[in-house]
């Protein structure tokens, strides 16, 4: 089973990290020439294909890692073949753009928390072999129609809201003359905390987060003063906005 890399960009690279750790040997991946090829070749000890023809031709998996309006163009003409899948990482292109003849098309959104073994990763429509390497790179989620893969894309973005919100806020610990380093730790695994025990334990959300807002303290007080802000607001705003992008409905 060799796995091909067609782009090898910062995606690419993540993807290709944590295949490693997770015991992928590098004689069962290969890159497209272009990008960061050469360098995670030198790194790795991955083969080069000399084109994209050639890459296809060798490989049973093909991982399209390239920018979205380069997505369609990249796949045209080469020879792909039934039983093979190509599993296109591309956010907001859609299957039907994707011509990849006999080969099955799956599309998939990982983190770059794969190169830790920790992506979260919805992928559509379900295939054995796409979910066992999505699985390599952490929690795989076959979803059930492609709408619902469009809408649980935004995640990808809210992925890096959530390192925003942990960067602003161990910032501004640092700010207070707390160590800068100790605070980044801190807060960080407090945001991996937060999510653990959500996605660990089957209460309701609501009851959850109840338990932990006393009435008068200070866990209230900050959700009144954000709330004031209209963080609600603001934040279901952004999350309609990248909808919009990834289902061609804005360009904004
Ligand atoms: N970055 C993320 O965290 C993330 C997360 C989820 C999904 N994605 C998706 O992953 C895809 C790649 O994103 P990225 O951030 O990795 O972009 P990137 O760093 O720009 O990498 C894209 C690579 O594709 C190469 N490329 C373009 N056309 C090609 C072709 N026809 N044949 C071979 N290589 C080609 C580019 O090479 P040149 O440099 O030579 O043009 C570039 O190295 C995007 O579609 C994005 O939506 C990204």
């Given at each position: 089973?060799?796995?091909?890399?067609?782009?090898?960009?910062?995606?690419?690279?993540?993807?290709?990290?944590?295949?490693?750790r997770?015991?992928?040997?590098?004689?069962a991946?290969?890159?497209?020439?272009?990008?960061?090829?050469?360098?995670?070749?030198?790194?790795?000890?991955?083969?080069?294909?000399?084109?994209?023809?050639?890459?296809?031709?060798?490989?049973?998996?093909?991982?399209?890692?390239?920018?979205?309006?380069?997505?369609?163009?990249?796949?045209?003409?080469?020879?792909?073949?039934?039983?093979?899948?190509?599993?296109?990482?591309?956010?907001?292109?859609?299957?039907?753009?994707?011509?990849?003849?006999?080969?099955?098309?799956?599309?998939?959104?990982?983190?770059t928390?794969?190169?830790?073994?920790?992506s979260?990763?919805?992928?559509?429509?379900?295939?054995?072999?796409?979910?066992?390497?999505?699985?390599?790179?952490?929690?795989?989620?076959a979803?059930?129609?492609?709408?619902?893969?469009?809408?649980?894309?935004?995640?990808a973005?809210?992925?890096?809201?959530?390192?925003?919100?942990?960067?602003?806020?161990?910032?501004?610990?640092?700010?207070?003359?707390?160590?800068?380093?100790?605070?980044?730790?801190?807060?960080?695994?407090?945001f991996?905390?937060?999510?653990?025990?959500?996605?660990?334990?089957?209460?309701?959300?609501?009851?959850?987060?109840?338990?932990?807002?006393?009435?008068?303290?200070?866990?209230?007080?900050?959700?009144?003063?954000?709330?004031?802000?209209?963080?609600?607001?603001?934040?279901?705003?952004?999350?309609?906005?990248?909808?919009?992008?990834?289902?061609?409905?804005?360009?904004?």
């Open positions: 089973m060799i796995i091909g890399f067609l782009g090898v960009g910062h995606l690419a690279a993540a993807l290709i990290a944590g295949l490693k997770a015991g992928v040997s590098p004689q991946m290969l890159l497209s020439p272009r990008g960061r090829s050469a360098e995670l070749s030198g790194r790795y000890g991955i083969d080069i294909a000399a084109s994209s023809k050639a890459l296809v031709a060798r490989c049973d998996i093909i991982v399209l890692a390239v920018r979205p309006h380069d997505a369609a163009q990249a796949v045209a003409g080469l020879p792909f073949r039934a039983g093979q899948v190509l599993i296109s990482v591309c956010a907001g292109v859609a299957l039907a753009e994707l011509a990849s003849g006999p080969a099955k098309v799956v599309r998939a959104m990982p983190l928390a794969a190169e830790i073994n920790a979260p990763t919805v992928f559509f429509p379900d295939d054995g072999a796409a979910r066992q390497l999505l699985e390599r790179l952490g929690p795989a989620f979803l059930r129609s492609e709408r619902e893969f469009e809408v649980a894309t935004v995640n973005a809210i992925y890096g809201w959530a390192q925003s919100l942990i960067a602003q806020s161990a910032e501004w610990c640092a700010t207070k003359g707390t160590d800068a380093a100790t605070m980044r730790q801190l807060v960080a695994q407090t991996v905390a937060a999510g653990r025990l959500i996605a660990e334990k089957n209460d309701p959300m609501e009851h959850m987060l109840s338990e932990l807002v006393t009435p008068g303290g200070i866990t209230e007080l900050g959700l009144s003063v954000l709330d004031a802000a209209d963080q609600r607001r603001a934040w279901q705003c952004a999350c309609e906005a990248v909808l919009d992008r990834l289902t061609g409905r804005s360009s904004a």
